[in-house]
């Protein structure tokens, strides 16, 4: 395990202890006064390791860099582009690099082979947000807390509510809280290849109002329970053109389950879909992803026991300018079995690790997970998804990039794999879409209704 600065959580795992309720969440002034000075605003270490492969973070890559031809409505150039390749992780090279693996990474070398590798590049930690996204979680650190069990967040607002986090179910909430602006639209595509490479690429549209956002908004409370407003339209292909998935969710899970329907065009019917939560197949996923893996996890975590691991350096992608680039098409990312690595980037990265396991007489087709969170945006970047035998079935694998016109740290899609057929998803790529809009100032709340999709899904 890493070295840990964080006391509280230092403490937790020396005792192996996974808590499952709000005992532990508000931490006092002396430990908020740290972020901003030995932790990053939201809680990482703010300095770098011992042989300076992993640097201090200086506040990360707040705006466009000078060298590189940005412009507002463009998609983002890579600012490091010239960066040399440091050396490449491959199957007959992986045990030199074992105790800097992931589960999932270990997983992917050792069933595919030669095809997949790792290019490793120098670590630049690039990941940022707004000052009032900052100022957001030093007070959150002081006034957040678990709702009992653990099923929803009291008191915090905007940012991450546990920037110093006393638990696992803590550190979750952490990931699922994630900051975009207030209102967002984006436009992203999706393939499921067979084993030998060909694919249909869905298109869809997809927008949100994030309350938890909102800057008018002073605590969770003010949120009528309502997080997030969601709606996602698929366009392409003709088949699932006109599909709609409204979701309205809950900040207090215990109080009120996510709320979602579904808009079909075959039957020109809205429908409540309470089967969009937990292992239920992913909408477009070709049953590549259960619906609270979409993402790395989302959804009610009361169906697991959770534990933190501890935090340890890893390769892990960062900065995947390449892989989001608008000069490549789908073609050039899609391959057999697993994505093109040519075009993607790891670095050496600090890594939160937390284990979710099956709550005995609770269902669920993943009986244990183990999840891989970056150090400086909380965002899983890595899972291990194991069957009801134990058995390593599916991983995921996330592409992070810091979208440094806003600035927040973004990503440029996620991969997932399932190592028992050779076949895997690869979700929210927008090389050939246009830029997402972070600034959607036009989205009403009354658009988020069940009468509003089925206007959308018929046009």
Not at 127 to 144: I, L, M, Q, S, Y
Not at 248 to 266: D, F, K, V
Not at 424 to 435: A, C, R, V
Request: with cysteine; hydrophobic share 35%; proline share 7%.
């Amino acid at each position: 395990m890493g070295k840990m600065r964080n006391t509280a959580v230092a403490t937790l795992v020396a005792a192996g202890l996974g808590l499952t309720s709000a005992a532990y969440a508000k931490v006092p002034d002396s430990q908020a006064a740290r972020l901003g000075r030995d932790l990053t605003p939201l809680g990482a270490e703010k300095g770098g390791n011992a042989d300076g492969s992993i640097p201090a973070w200086t506040g990360g890559l707040s705006s466009p860099p000078a060298h590189v031809n940005f412009q507002a409505g463009m998609h983002h150039p890579d600012p490091f582009a010239s960066d040399p390749i440091l050396f490449t992780i491959n199957a007959g090279n992986a045990a030199q690099y074992a105790d800097k693996l992931t589960g999932a990474h270990k997983a992917l070398l050792d069933v595919y082979g030669s095809s997949y590798f790792m290019p490793v590049y120098k670590t630049h930690r690039t990941c940022t947000f707004p000052e009032n996204v900052f100022a957001a979680a030093r007070n959150n650190a002081k006034v957040g807390e678990l709702a009992p069990g653990g099923n929803g967040v009291e008191g915090a607002i905007m940012s991450k509510p546990f920037p110093i986090p006393n638990s696992a179910f803590e550190i979750i909430w952490n990931h699922m809280l994630v900051f975009i602006n207030y209102k967002a639209t984006r436009q992203y595509a999706a393939a499921v290849p067979t084993a030998s490479g060909d694919y249909t690429l869905y298109t869809v549209q997809d927008e949100a109002i994030v309350a938890w956002n909102d800057p008018t908004k002073e605590k969770a409370e003010d949120l009528d329970n309502i997080w997030a407003l969601y709606i996602a339209h698929t366009v392409a292909p003709a088949r699932r053109a006109g599909n709609v998935v409204l979701v309205h969710e809950t900040i207090n899970m215990a109080e009120q389950p996510r709320l979602a329907w579904q808009y079909s065009p075959g039957t020109r019917r809205v429908r409540r879909a309470p089967n969009i939560a937990y292992d239920n197949p992913g909408v477009n996923s070709d049953g590549m992803f259960t619906v609270d893996s979409l993402g790395g996890y989302n959804g009610s975590p009361n169906r697991y026991d959770w534990t933190v691991i501890g935090k340890n350096e890893y390769y892990l992608p960062n900065n995947n300018y390449r892989l989001a680039s608008d000069a490549l098409t789908y073609d050039d990312i899609i391959a057999p079995r697993h994505i093109n690595q040519e075009h993607t980037r790891y670095e050496l990265q600090r890594a939160w690790v937390i284990e979710a396991n099956l709550k005995p007489a609770t269902r669920h087709v993943y009986a244990r997970r183990v999840m891989y969170l970056q150090e400086d945006s909380w965002g899983i970047i890595a899972t291990e998804l194991y069957d009801t035998r134990g058995e390593l079935w599916r991983t995921q694998e996330g592409f992070p990039k810091t979208a440094y016109d806003v600035p927040l740290c973004a990503g440029a899609g996620m991969a997932y794999y399932d190592l028992t057929n050779g076949r895997y998803l690869m979700g929210g790529m927008t090389n050939q879409e246009p830029p997402v809009n972070f600034y959607a100032t036009e989205l009403r709340e009354d658009r988020y209704t069940p009468a509003s999709i089925r206007r959308l899904g018929v046009r």
